[in-house]
């Protein structure tokens, strides 16, 4: 029988030790809006989430959820955000635009993200 030599045995439990804690990476949502369209919101992980928000004035109070994500963030650095059916990309401090509402990156991490929003 063929004995697997030690570097590999570490190699391979340290690899199913990544495995399974990447298994674990939750995904969470939250956020704070007040009726003029001003929204401070939290996204950690990438999964979809409804958000009971709209970026578009005419659709305010319709009840018209919006489907956001992070898609990719690198801490300190650039994040990917999914929302509006468009994908747009901004660095701490940074904004861009869906619909009429300003959306600002206030932290990127590297599975989370903490937006702004604020209706133009």
């Known amino acids: ?23 674990c990476e939750t995904s969470s ?14 996204i950690s992980g990438t999964d979809f989430h409804e ?6 004035a005419e659709d305010q109070g ?3 959820t919006e489907r956001i994500r992070l898609v990719e ?4 650095g650039d994040a990917v955000i999914q929302a509006g059916g468009m ?6 401090g940074e ?5 009429d509402t300003t959306v600002t990156c206030d932290m990127v991490g590297d599975t989370e993200v903490e937006l702004s929003t604020v209706r133009s």
């Open 62 to 64: 319709s009840g018209r």
């Open 73 to 76: 963030a690198t801490p300190g």
């Open 1 to 23: 029988m063929a004995r697997i030599p030690r570097p590999l045995t570490a190699l391979a439990l340290a690899g199913a030790g990544a495995l399974a804690l990447s298994a």
């Open 51 to 56: 958000a009971t928000l709209s970026f578009a």
């Open 29 to 42: 949502f939250s956020s704070d809006c007040d009726s003029d369209g001003t929204c401070s919101i939290s």
């Open 87 to 92: 994908e747009s990309r901004c660095s701490e």
């Open 95 to 99: 904004s861009f635009v869906l619909a």
